[in-house]
Every structure is written in structure tokens, then in C-alpha cells.
């Protein structure tokens, strides 16, 4: 015995429940930050924000599409190849420039 048997009791299926439920949050994380978004944009910049808003919208539904289909077919152990990850990442590194600009166009106009 290596006096950890937990080690040995590991179920496999929870790696990909945790993966499941982390592209989950993640969609939601772009939802929630698209919703704020639009309520930003529309007082800071106006119509330009709002398509900026709908385009995040469409990333987190892709988001949510992305980790579904991963999650079944790792389920069904077909490979990926990774882009849909890396694009997923690139949306929500964009949506976080897109969120700071608007934020500081609008601490501009309050300050100014």
C-alpha cells in the first residue's frame, strides 16, 4: 500500500463532468459580460456597442455549442483537434479589451 488509497478509487468520468461544467461557466461568464456590455455601450458609444454586445452574445452561444460537442465526443473518444478551445480563448480575451475600452469611454465622459 502507498497509504494513499483514495489514488485508486479515481473515477475517470469526473475529469470530463469538471471539464463539461467548465465550458459551462464559461459561456456564462461571456453571457454575463456581453449583458453588461450592451448596458455600457449603448449609454457610452451607442449602436457600435450594441453590435459589439450581440457579437459576445454569439460568442457565448458558441462558447456553449463548443463545450457540448467536446464534451460528447470525449464521451464517444473521438479526438479534437483544439481550435474550437483556442478560438473559445481568443473570444474571451477580445470580449475583456472590448469590456475595458467601453469602461474607459465611459469614465472619460463622466470625468470630462
Known sequence: MTGRPHALARDPGVQLERTALAWRRTSLSI???AAFLAR???EAVGVAGLAAAL???GLAVATAV????RYGGAVRRTPDAGRAAALAAAGVCSLG?????ISC???ARTVL
Open 97 to 101: 479589451l472590448v469590456l475595458v475600452l
Open 66 to 69: 463548443t463545450g457540448a460537442r
Open 40 to 42: 455600457m455601450a449603448v
Open 105 to 107: 469611454a465611459h469614465l
Open 55 to 57: 457579437l459576445c452574445a
Open 31 to 33: 453571457a454575463v459580460g
